[in-house]
């Protein structure tokens, strides 16, 4: 520092320490101030070692110890404005800042009475405190002045610079003014009890402080008293004549009973909601306990102010034990309790069950300070009490008693929306809910999951499967008392009543309700899994099928599926299976005939029709038309080839070449045909359907399967065969837009390949017809020529022109039709090539095992635009090169 700063700082200090003498003249006081400036240089100037290490940390951790014990918040202020201090370059003896600071705060005016204490401006009689200091300052100083006098200016100085500080205030007697030894040393401090001090210096207040304590432990109760009045509901006046550390020390104590009022108030207040009121009644039981504690208080005030002695300083109260300190002491735990009660009140109102748990819990397992750890642990001891009476019934009763809907479980509201991708009125899925937002942070996610399961089950075992009873003695066997803190024990009943539950209920769906025989049974009548039962059926219903659809009859259906049922080994299947299938026609449409509309029907009904719903049975419909239509070209086209093999050695022999080939090319492409239907069926009924039911059947057959396990294994066993089975996906048209209007699903590609060979089938009847009418005319011109002239031979005249009419317009259609079905066939193989699934690229490599069908490529479609550029371009060019 330069030494013209030492200097004028040197000057201020003197000029801010040393009061000026108004009876002293100037050459006095400029005497005194450079004898004063000269000591205090001499001092700065001269290089004694410290008594002190000269760290900087180790002063900064002093300072830091003292303020967590005195003023935990300001600790974090010192913090702060440490760092910043080391970042300054200017100071060097940083340490020595930091150890005198920490010396200043240990060593108090042995002239004033009491230490002050620091009061916020911001109280109410901040004002009227500052000035009866002042006032009482000033007469302090009158009162020195009209004294005896003091000594020498330069021994006063002296005294001012000493390690132990200056006296203000002189001795009042001989005896105490005569410590300073006659060599005229270093006067010694006169350092007696704190006591003794505060009681030297004590000054009378009004009201005492003995009224004041009589009056605090109404106070603490939130009521009114003469010292400590309420004037509102959240605002408590103090006396305006106190000094200010007693105002200082009154605004801590009036913290607890503004919160107990606070709380009281809200203790009384309405609540909607077991678990707000249960909230209230844990707050008004620590309220009671805080009551208790100032009860015992009252006693402690009682029996020191009625032991006192009214002559002694401050009224004998420093001697009574009881003072406004200790009471400060004594209530701050039961403060911290207050306002913690208080944040939880506030938060409280816009939460609720739950979330009130999580509010609570959170302090317990969040908060570093273990005193509100613990106090949050024990109000949820008795706060959660409804909480676990909700769980209680729900895991033993399956009932769910929720009039606020405060527990994590709640019904489903009947305005929501019924519509869902598995279907609708499901009373497994659609009764109950999770609410998120309301499992408390006291159980995991995955524990109100197997919460939720099993009360869901045991209702579902109540009123679906008709089973009461059995729900009521494993309640009454079963029933526990749930409560906060044992955790562990409690996932174990949990676990176990899980594991009853769910065996039960698995027990029931199997052997009562027949689950697994219904799936079974599904598998062999609607995926056409039973074959001699669906061959039977279908010879049996072929002429009828064959009629307009609006000339079928149920009746006649029903009885044609009699016939398939007892002519076929599905005779042997349980009656409870075969009364459930049933012949229908779906809605009907103008042109259809009976293979349109025909399907089978297998009826399910509660309780399976949770596993089975309404979006399955739709699957299940969906694969049975699309495999029904399969088996009806395939038989088709059986009993086409069966025909032609069968006039092949008669009726088709033709002596004519070009019919010869053309049933030669019909016969080929019929057996490319059924090749195709016969590779397709294989793929859908064997690799999609056969697989993906040992899957299903080791998914079901686990030994901890649950009733959700079961659907959900179920509707991926539906999603499995549907989009396996070329009903789901879309064809990847390779090198095509995303947006193409062309990728259309493989059902519809694949319908129109049946519908082109049931046209094949139509024109090789066709010329069934024409060859057997061709026949016939030759038989008959050969009779009629042995007849005539004895034998001649040859085709006649009409036979030639016979073939010239109809044959060559069989043999072209014949042909387009042919042609289409392999153009088609290898733009499926060539879509099956760039499918993802490798069961689907099988199916393409099965079809063309020879390779005698090049898979094709479908070309993308050109937009307008470009197409129009295109040609513009070309036209352009045209005309150039005819320039």
């Known amino acids: 520092m330069a030494p013209d700063r030492v200097s004028n700082a040197i000057d201020n200090l003197i000029s801010h320490l040393i009061p000026r003498d108004p009876d002293e003249d100037d050459d006095a006081a400029q005497q005194r101030h450079d004898i004063c400036f000269e000591l205090a240089k001499t001092i700065i100037e001269s290089r004694a070692s410290p008594a002190v290490a000269s760290d900087v940390n180790h002063a900064s951790d002093l300072i830091k110890r003292k303020l967590i014990q005195s003023n935990p918040g300001q600790a974090l202020r010192f913090s702060n404005l440490y760092s910043r201090l080391l970042s300054l370059p200017v100071l060097e003896n940083k340490w020595a800042i930091l150890y005198l600071l920490y010396q200043l705060a240990d060593s108090p005016d042995p002239s004033e009475p009491l230490p002050l204490s620091p009061v916020k401006p911001s109280a109410p009689n901040y004002r009227e405190a500052i000035n009866r200091d002042s006032i009482r300052r000033h007469g302090r100083e009158k009162s020195r002045a009209s004294g005896p006098t003091p000594r020498s200016d330069e021994a006063q100085f002296k005294d001012a610079f000493q390690p132990d500080g200056l ?39 009004d009201p005492p402080e003995t009224v004041i304590l009589r009056d605090l432990p109404f106070t603490f109760q939130g009521l009114n008293s ?107 735990e039961a403060t911290m309790g207050l306002r913690l009660m208080t944040l939880i009140a506030e938060e409280s109102e816009s939460k609720k069950g739950g979330q009130l748990i999580s509010l609570i819990h959170s302090f317990s397992s969040s908060h570093g300070d273990p005193v509100v750890a613990a106090f949050a642990e024990r109000l949820l001891g008795s706060f959660t009490r409804p909480f676990y009476d909700f769980l209680r019934h729900w895991i033993y009763d399956g009932e769910l008693s929720d009039p606020y809907l405060e527990f994590f479980v709640r019904e489903q509201g009947p305005n929501k929306d019924p519509v869902k991708n598995r279907g609708s009125g499901n009373v497994w899925e659609d009764k109950y809910e999770i609410a998120r937002e309301m499992i408390p942070t006291i159980i995991t996610q995955d524990f109100a999951q197997k919460v939720f399961l099993i009360g869901k089950s045991l209702n579902f075992i109540r009123h679906s499967c008709g089973d009461s009873l059995w729900v009521e003695n494993y309640s009454r066997d079963a029933s526990k008392e749930l409560r906060y803190g044992d955790t562990a024990t409690l996932e174990a009943w949990i676990d176990e009543a899980h594991k009853t539950t769910m065996k039960r209920l698995i027990d029931l769906m199997a052997n009562k309700f027949h689950l697994f025989e219904h799936l079974k049974a599904l598998k062999n009548y609607i995926l056409l899994g039973q074959g001699d039962f669906i061959a039977l059926l279908m010879e049996s219903l072929a002429p009828n099928l064959d009629r307009p659809a609006g000339a079928q009859y149920r009746h006649t259906l029903t009885a044609q599926l009699e016939h398939a049922i007892r002519g076929s080994n599905a005779q042997h299947d349980s009656a409870e299976v075969l009364r459930r299938l049933d012949a229908r026609m779906l809605q009907l449409s103008h042109g259809d005939i009976g293979w349109d509309c025909f399907t089978l029907e297998y009826k399910i009904d509660a309780p399976v029709d949770v596993v089975v719903t309404e979006w399955g049975n739709r699957q299940y419909l969906k ?105 789901g996906p879309k064809r990847r048209v390779h090198g095509a837009a995303a947006d193409d209007d062309d990728r259309i699903s493989y059902l519809s590609q694949l319908s129109d390949m049946l519908k082109l060979m049931l046209n094949y089938r139509d024109s090789v009847d066709g010329l069934y017809s024409w060859s057997v009418s061709d026949f016939t005319r030759r038989q008959e011109a050969d009779v009629r020529s042995t007849i005539d002239s004895g034998g001649g031979g040859g085709f006649p005249a009409s036979s030639g022109g016979g073939v010239a009419s109809e044959f060559p317009v069989l043999q072209e259609r014949l042909r387009q039709l042919g042609s289409s079905f392999r153009t088609r066939l290898q733009l499926l193989l060539g879509d099956l090539a760039y499918q993802p699934d490798v069961d689907m690229r099988f199916l393409g490599v099965a079809m063309n095992f020879n390779d005698v069908y090049q898979p094709a490529r479908r070309k993308p479609k050109v937009s307008a635009a470009a197409a129009a550029a295109a040609a513009g371009g070309s036209a352009s060019t045209a005309n150039t090169s005819k320039a």
């Open 167 to 205: 006296k203000k205030f002189p001795a009042k007697d001989l005896p105490k003014a005569s410590n300073v030894d006659s060599g005229g040393g270093v006067p010694k401090r006169d350092v007696s009890l704190k006591s003794t001090l505060l009681a030297s210096n004590y000054a009378e207040i």
């Open 226 to 332: 003469l010292t400590l009045p309420f004037t509102k509901p959240d605002t408590i006046k103090l006396p305006p004549s106190l000094p200010l550390p007693l105002i200082s020390i009154l605004h801590t104590l009036a913290e607890p009973s503004l919160l107990y009022r606070r709380l009281d108030d809200f203790c009384k207040s309405p609540a909607r909601g077991l678990l707000r009121q249960s909230l209230r009644a844990a707050i008004s039981g620590e309220l009671r306990s805080y009551l208790s504690l100032i009860a015992t208080l009252e006693g402690q005030i009682r029996r020191a102010l009625s032991t006192i002695d009214e002559d002694a300083p401050r009224g004998g109260i420093g001697k009574a034990g009881v003072t406004l300190k200790r009471c400060v002491v004594w209530t701050r």
């Open 623 to 727: 694969m049975f038309n699309f495999l029904w239509r399969i088996k009806r070209v395939e038989f088709a086209l059986l009993s086409t080839w069966r025909k032609c093999m069968t006039g092949a050695r008669g009726v088709l022999q033709s002596g004519d070449p070009t019919v010869a080939q053309t049933w030669k090319s019909t016969r080929g492409t019929l057996a490319e045909m059924m090749h195709f239907v016969g590779q397709l069926q294989y793929y859908i009924l064997f690799e999609v359907i056969e697989s993906s039911w040992g899957e299903l059947q080791s998914r079901i057959q686990k030994e901890d399967c649950t009733l959700d396990d079961l659907i959900k294994a179920h509707t991926t066993y539906l999603t499995d065969i549907t989009h396996k089975g070329l009903l």
